[in-house]
């Protein structure tokens, strides 16, 4: 029969291997359950059931007591580790199990084949206390005196059979005490964890039926938008009508208007007509009709002149004094202005009647062609050159022609400014320009622009005179304010070019 020692040992494996099976590896350290000599009580670390000691590797040898004190596979997976500095393989893990499970093998079998091997020869790990175990169980191998030999062993050793027996009843017992104590611990945790979750529910259902309040508000407001909504649409088609039918007035207004401006220019070309007769279709009566003329379409002398004080700062940041000339001056509106301001200026004009009311004024001013005049000035010999409302009345090579002279007699960084009807306002583009039968054709601000660009003047400034802000229909709507943009542009434009 077997020794009692073997027995033992496979009942020993046979309860460790029931409660723990694995071993990890942390950080170079090997990890198992603490044995009942070390660990009576057992630990509860809140993850998991410790039962043996963690195994610690060593790079000065082990004794044999440092593996015998692992059981099972954990002594197992420890020796590998101990003597062949590596974990076992499946293969000679399930071998060594087997022997030990059938009681052909004990743990120093298990030491002595591992340190014996090519490969615990070649690792060279030191167990002490391992010569004298395995020469008695060689000893014991050896046929009949062998079985003789154990069997006097196994007597001899019999009080310390019964003590580790005892000792087994004590670990099984504390064992069982531990396990009890941990699945109470296990019990506890999870009724906490369970009470804690419940609260949670609790807590998120009083949350659930608060977000529900508050979606039960946002629907309602959701409501109140939709009939605001409602009353704002409801606004904007009655507004819609009222931009309907004020359209639909001020299409009758113009038509109005258009068939006054008719009657006008029917007037006037009458009057045209009645004074060249009387005239003798002299000049002289042309000019003095188109002064009269002037007088009432133009508006206003003091009128006029106020108007013309938008340009003053130009003057002012060109620090132009002197050396300005006017060309096409009228009736002196803007030479007076100058003169007001302490600036010295010449206005030339063709207009007989003109010249002598400026005169009357104390302006100077000549009577000449006006591309005849600036032909007769010297290269750049002018501060300043200004022309109101007379582009608008030229060919287009003529035009061409003053702008070239313009900017001949200019010094270099002098401004030269030109005012002229704004195209862009509706009623001025299609009605009220052509009141002065004078007039050739309107130039849009592009035209003039580019125009002043290819005659060589630098930093082009278009200036919107004379707004009628306080004409302009009320609203936001793009309707009014597309009807603003066309009906209420201001009726003149000044554009202003830099010698460079």
């Given at each position: 029969?077997?020794?009692?020692?073997?027995?033992?040992?496979?009942?020993?494996?046979?309860?460790?291997?029931?409660?723990?099976?694995?071993?990890?590896?942390?950080?170079?350290?090997?990890?198992?359950?603490?044995?009942?000599?070390?660990?009576?009580?057992?630990?509860?670390?809140?993850?998991?059931?410790?039962?043996?000691?963690?195994?610690?590797?060593?790079?000065?040898?082990?004794?044999?007591?440092?593996?015998?004190?692992?059981?099972?596979?954990?002594?197992?997976?420890?020796?590998?580790?101990?003597?062949?500095?590596?974990?076992?393989?499946?293969?000679?893990?399930?071998?060594?199990?087997?022997?030990?499970?059938?009681?052909?093998?004990?743990?120093?079998?298990?030491?002595?084949?591992?340190?014996?091997?090519?490969?615990?020869?070649?690792?060279?790990?030191?167990?002490?206390?391992?010569?004298?175990?395995?020469?008695?169980?060689?000893?014991?191998?050896?046929?009949?005196?062998?079985?003789?030999?154990?069997?006097?062993?196994a007597i001899l050793r019999l009080p310390v059979l019964l003590?580790?027996?005892?000792?087994?009843?004590?670990?099984?017992?504390?064992?069982?005490?531990?396990?009890?104590?941990?699945?109470?611990?296990?019990?506890?945790?999870?009724?906490?964890?369970?009470?804690?979750?419940?609260?949670?529910?609790?807590?998120?259902?009083?949350?659930?039926?608060?977000?529900?309040?508050?979606?039960?508000?946002?629907?309602?407001?959701?409501?109140?938008?939709?009939?605001?909504?409602?009353?704002?649409?409801?606004?904007?088609?009655?507004?819609?009508?009222?931009?309907?039918?004020?359209?639909?007035?001020?299409?009758?207004?113009?038509?109005?208007?258009?068939?006054?401006?008719?009657?006008?220019?029917?007037?006037?070309?009458?009057?045209?007509?009645?004074?060249?007769?009387?005239?003798?279709?002299?000049?002289?009566?042309?000019?003095?009709?188109?002064?009269?003329?002037?007088?009432?379409?133009?508006?206003?002398?003091?009128?006029?002149?106020?108007?013309?004080?938008?340009?003053?700062?130009?003057?002012?940041?060109?620090?132009?004094?002197?050396?300005?000339?006017?060309?096409?001056?009228?009736?002196?509106?803007?030479?007076?202005?100058?003169?007001?301001?302490?600036?010295?200026?010449?206005?030339?004009?063709?207009?007989?009647?003109?010249?002598?009311?400026?005169?009357?004024?104390?302006?100077?001013?000549?009577?000449?062609?006006?591309?005849?005049?600036?032909?007769?000035?010297?290269?750049?010999?002018?501060?300043?050159?200004?022309?109101?409302?007379?582009?608008?009345?030229?060919?287009?090579?003529?035009?061409?022609?003053?702008?070239?002279?313009?900017?001949?007699?200019?010094?270099?960084?002098?401004?030269?400014?030109?005012?002229?009807?704004?195209?862009?306002?509706?009623?001025?583009?299609?009605?009220?320009?052509?009141?002065?039968?004078?007039?050739?054709?309107?130039?849009?601000?592009?035209?003039?622009?580019?125009?002043?660009?290819?005659?060589?003047?630098?930093?082009?400034?278009?200036?919107?005179?004379?707004?009628?802000?306080?004409?302009?229909?009320?609203?936001?709507d793009e309707l009014t304010k597309?009807?603003?943009?066309?009906?209420?542009?201001?009726?003149?434009?000044?554009?202003?070019?830099?010698?460079?």
């Amino acid at each position: 029969m077997s020794p009692p020692e073997i027995n033992v040992d496979q009942l020993m494996h046979q309860i460790r291997q029931a409660v723990a099976r694995r071993a990890n590896e942390k950080g170079g350290k090997f990890e198992s359950a603490p044995t009942a000599a070390d660990d009576a009580a057992g630990q509860i670390d809140g993850s998991r059931l410790a039962l043996q000691p963690d195994f610690q590797p060593s790079t000065n040898g082990y004794h044999v007591e440092d593996l015998l004190r692992y059981h099972g596979e954990t002594f197992v997976r420890n020796a590998y580790r101990a003597i062949l500095k590596r974990d076992p393989d499946p293969a000679g893990l399930e071998n060594q199990l087997a022997s030990l499970a059938g009681g052909r093998f004990n743990k120093i079998d298990v030491l002595a084949s591992l340190r014996s091997s090519a490969e615990g020869e070649s690792a060279g790990v030191k167990i002490s206390g391992l010569t004298w175990p395995v020469t008695i169980r060689r000893l014991q191998r050896i046929p009949v005196i062998g079985y003789l030999f154990e069997l006097a062993v196994a007597i001899l050793r019999l009080p310390v059979l019964l003590r580790h027996q005892r000792q087994l009843e004590f670990y099984a017992l504390s064992r069982q005490e531990q396990i009890v104590s941990y699945v109470d611990s296990v019990k506890r945790e999870v009724s906490a964890r369970a009470s804690a979750i419940e609260n949670n529910l609790s807590v998120q259902g009083q949350t659930l039926e608060s977000l529900q309040v508050e979606v039960n508000a946002l629907r309602a407001a959701l409501c109140n938008l939709e009939l605001r909504t409602t009353e704002v649409d409801d606004r904007a088609r009655t507004r819609f009508d009222d931009q309907a039918t004020l359209l639909q007035t001020l299409t009758i207004e113009k038509s109005r208007l258009v068939a006054s401006l008719g009657l006008q220019e029917k007037r006037l070309a009458e009057l045209f007509e009645r004074a060249q007769i009387q005239s003798g279709l002299n000049e002289e009566g042309l000019a003095e009709l188109y002064a009269d003329f002037e007088d009432q379409f133009r508006g206003p002398y003091e009128e006029i002149k106020d108007r013309l004080r938008v340009y003053l700062p130009i003057f002012e940041r060109a620090r132009v004094t002197t050396d300005i000339l006017d060309v096409g001056c009228g009736r002196g509106e803007w030479l007076e202005l100058l003169r007001e301001t302490g600036m010295q200026a010449r206005g030339v004009d063709h207009n007989r009647i003109f010249i002598e009311r400026c005169r009357q004024r104390g302006l100077d001013v000549v009577q000449a062609d006006a591309i005849a005049y600036l032909r007769e000035l010297a290269d750049a010999s002018l501060n300043a050159a200004t022309s109101f409302h007379l582009v608008e009345h030229l060919p287009f090579k003529t035009l061409l022609t003053l702008l070239d002279e313009a900017v001949r007699v200019l010094k270099p960084g002098a401004p030269l400014i030109l005012e002229t009807p704004n195209p862009a306002n509706f009623i001025v583009g299609s009605h009220t320009f052509y009141a002065d039968p004078t007039h050739r054709n309107p130039i849009p601000s592009m035209t003039l622009r580019f125009l002043l660009e290819a005659r060589g003047l630098k930093n082009i400034e278009v200036m919107n005179v004379r707004p009628q802000e306080e004409a302009k229909i009320a609203g936001d709507d793009e309707l009014t304010k597309r009807f603003n943009e066309y009906f209420f542009a201001s009726p003149d434009y000044g554009i202003v070019g830099w010698k460079n």
